[in-house]
Each structure stands twice: as C-alpha cells, then as structure tokens.
C-alpha cells in the first residue's frame, strides 16, 4: 500500500524540488522585501550562500541606484495587491555578492494566503549578459554590413 501525504505537503515537497532542481535562481522574499528562500541556482548566479542571503534585504542584489525606484514599486504593489508584471519576463540589473553587475531576466510571482493577501513575492531570475553581449554585437554587424551596402 502507498502512503498519500496531504496535499499541503505534497504541495510543499514538490515546490522544494523544483526550486532546488531548476539552473534558475528562485528567489522569494516576504512581503517587508525579506529574501526568506534562496536556492542553489541563486548562489551559483549572486555569490552569496543562503545561509547570508536568507534574512537580508532584496538590497542585497538591487544595484543601489535601482533601489528607490524598486521599493517605490514594491511598495504599490504590496498597497494594492496588482503588479503590471507577471505575464512578460522583465530585465532588470542585478548585483553580485563581488559588486560586479548581471543583466537579469525574470518573471514573478505573488504568493497569497487564504484571504487574498500578498504575503510576499517569488522570483525565477537569469543571467542573460552573454545574450545581450551577442545580440549588441550583431546589432553592430548588421549595422556595418548596411553602411557598406550603401557605400556600393
């Protein structure tokens, strides 16, 4: 005979596996901006171990100029309980636990209780500096190639 576990279990052992599993870092902070899960993948893209990150800020990866515009909006969000992200990837900068900065692509998640509150917001993040860097490069020959085609 299998044993069943309930789903609130099940629920939670299989969130566990994929946030441990995926090569993106998961990351999700309450709803004071707390990094309250950081998994392996989120190490291995910030530099920093979750034993430091869990319990920081989300300063601890948000470039510092960034920062007061991403409190604004999470603020808003917090307050009203809508984001205008969540369907699209979003790119935004990062920072590494060396200071060095990552392009970042991510998509969200707000994570509700029972009652509709937001009681934080999770995160599956990607560098995506080495396709940018291709992309800026053949911008750039597709540029000389139509400067040359118009030399001719």
Not at 9 to 21: H, K, L
Not at 104 to 115: G, H, N, Q, T, Y
């Amino acid at each position: 005979m299998t044993e069943h576990t309930s789903d609130a279990s099940w629920q939670e052992t299989a969130a566990r596996i994929v946030a441990d599993s995926t090569l993106d870092a998961v990351i999700y902070a309450d709803r004071s901006g707390t990094i309250r899960l950081w998994n392996d993948a989120a190490e291995t893209l910030f530099g920093h171990t979750a034993d430091h990150a869990i319990g920081q800020s989300l300063d601890l990866i948000i470039p510092e100029k960034h920062r007061g515009a991403h409190w604004t909006g999470w603020d808003r969000v917090m307050d009203s309980g809508r984001t205008r992200y969540g369907h699209d990837p979003l790119s935004a900068p990062g920072v590494k636990a060396n200071g060095e900065r990552v392009s970042l692509e991510f998509s969200i998640v707000m994570l509700k209780d029972d009652a509709g509150e937001i009681e934080g917001i999770a995160a599956i993040l990607r560098d995506v500096g080495k396709r940018w860097e291709r992309e800026k490069a053949l911008r750039a020959k597709v540029r000389e190639l139509e400067g040359q085609a118009q030399q001719d």
